[in-house]
């Protein structure tokens, strides 16, 4: 795709009034895609197309049309010869909707991110973007790129306590079902990473790419193992980590009354005395998942919600690419 200059539409499409209904997602995931500005994008992943990749041992169930025959006759091994831009690999998109996902929520005070702002704010209010909100962008869009492509994609992902899971297909009708899904879904409740990421190893009958978008505040080592699963049955594992600057700066002063969205549990502390010490455990939090990735052979890449979903998936494109 042709890299462009963000057109007005984007901007309008990434405005606070259409980011609180937007009534048209699958317009918002184009408009999103094309204001990359990447000039071309590479496949989500490794598949097998056009263009020669690498070697990867022989699965039982491989098309035997990619077996490379002159290397299994020189070494007597079995290779298969891969490609990018394949549609024989399913991409499966992994949606958390925990109740925390709706972090922050959308005050009357609360600032707009600069990314989502036209113009100016009338009358004082303002309008923040929650993980959930945003994690559901960043889903729509990759899958407006993978299906403009050519390329399956699946969803799983929770209303309530219930999994919801479209299987992978191509084509524009299954992507308005998938977006159609996308826009119904709200943050309420729990859920268990690790048996998601499970349940998504699963589904894939093949070796395929799971993109796991939550803010992952849960059992980290139930996570990490879950995740490690995974990539050993030769899926392709992302992370993409949610984030807000709230969490991040932690700007609260005074005595405050904090409450976990999803166990409900309460926490009356002085939040300026703890600053410190709250930063310095959530950028621990972050170091250890992004360790653990990295020691797994796992991408993950951390975006905040003040950032534009598309230069955010921009980046992560490229480094997927290099």
């Given at each position: 795709?042709?890299?462009?200059?963000?057109?007005?539409a984007?901007?309008r499409?990434?405005?606070?009034?259409?980011?609180?209904?937007?009534?048209?997602?699958?317009?918002?995931?184009?408009l999103?895609?094309?204001?990359?500005?990447?000039?071309?994008?590479?496949?989500?992943?490794?598949?097998?197309?056009?263009?020669?990749?690498?070697?990867?041992?022989?699965?039982?169930?491989?098309?035997?049309?990619?077996?490379d025959?002159?290397?299994?006759?020189?070494?007597?091994?079995?290779?298969?010869?891969?490609?990018?831009?394949?549609?024989?690999?399913?991409?499966?998109?992994?949606?958390?909707?925990?109740?925390?996902?709706?972090?922050?929520e959308?005050?009357?005070?609360?600032?707009?991110?600069?990314?989502?702002?036209?113009?100016?704010v009338?009358?004082?209010?303002?309008?923040?973007?929650s993980?959930?909100?945003?994690?559901?962008?960043?889903?729509?869009?990759?899958?407006?790129?993978?299906?403009?492509?050519?390329?399956?994609?699946?969803?799983?992902?929770?209303?309530?306590?219930?999994?919801?899971?479209?299987?992978?297909?191509?084509?524009?009708?299954?992507?308005?079902?998938?977006?159609?899904?996308?826009?119904?879904?709200?943050?309420?409740?729990?859920?268990?990473?690790?048996e998601?990421?499970?349940?998504?190893?699963?589904?894939?009958r093949?070796?395929?790419?799971?993109?796991?978008i939550?803010?992952?505040?849960?059992?980290?080592?139930?996570?990490q193992?879950s995740?490690?699963?995974?990539a050993?049955?030769?899926?392709?594992?992302?992370?993409?980590?949610?984030?807000?600057?709230?969490?991040?700066?932690?700007?609260?002063?005074?005595?405050?009354?904090?409450?976990?969205?999803?166990?409900?549990?309460?926490?009356?502390?002085?939040a300026?005395?703890s600053?410190?010490?709250?930063?310095?455990?959530?950028?621990?939090?972050?170091?250890?998942?992004?360790?653990?990735?990295l020691?797994?052979?796992?991408?993950?890449v951390?975006?905040?919600?003040?950032?534009?979903?598309?230069?955010?998936?921009?980046?992560?494109?490229?480094t997927?690419?290099r």
């Open positions: 795709m042709a890299g462009a200059a963000p057109s007005a984007f901007s499409v990434l405005s606070p009034d259409l980011l609180a209904s937007l009534g048209d997602l699958e317009l918002a995931a184009r999103i895609v094309e204001g990359m500005q990447a000039g071309g994008h590479r496949s989500l992943y490794r598949g097998v197309g056009t263009e020669f990749v690498q070697h990867r041992p022989y699965v039982q169930g491989d098309s035997l049309r990619y077996l025959w002159k290397l299994l006759a020189r070494t007597d091994r079995l290779q298969t010869r891969q490609y990018r831009e394949s549609t024989q690999v399913g991409l499966l998109l992994v949606l958390d909707t925990s109740a925390s996902m709706g972090f922050p959308p005050a009357g005070s609360a600032p707009v991110p600069a990314w989502a702002r036209e113009g100016e009338e009358g004082g209010t303002g309008f923040v973007v993980r959930l909100r945003y994690g559901i962008l960043l889903a729509a869009a990759l899958a407006w790129l993978a299906i403009s492509r050519g390329e399956a994609v699946g969803l799983l992902t929770w209303t309530g306590s219930l999994p919801l899971h479209l299987p992978l297909r191509s084509g524009r009708p299954h992507l308005r079902r998938l977006l159609a899904e996308l826009e119904r879904l709200e943050p309420r409740g729990a859920w268990g990473p690790a998601a990421m499970d349940q998504a190893a699963s589904l894939l093949r070796r395929g790419m799971v993109v796991a939550s803010d992952f505040y849960d059992d980290e080592g139930a996570l193992s995740l490690r699963r995974a050993r049955r030769g899926h392709d594992v992302a992370m993409l980590q949610l984030t807000s600057e709230e969490e991040l700066d932690f700007p609260f002063d005074g005595e405050m009354e904090f409450e976990d969205a999803e166990t409900g549990a309460r926490l009356l502390t002085h300026g005395a600053a410190d010490a709250v930063r310095a455990r959530i950028r621990g939090f972050h170091d250890r998942l992004r360790r653990a990735a020691r797994d052979g796992i991408d993950h951390r975006l905040s919600t003040s950032e534009a979903p598309g230069p955010a998936l921009r980046r992560y494109l490229l997927r690419a």
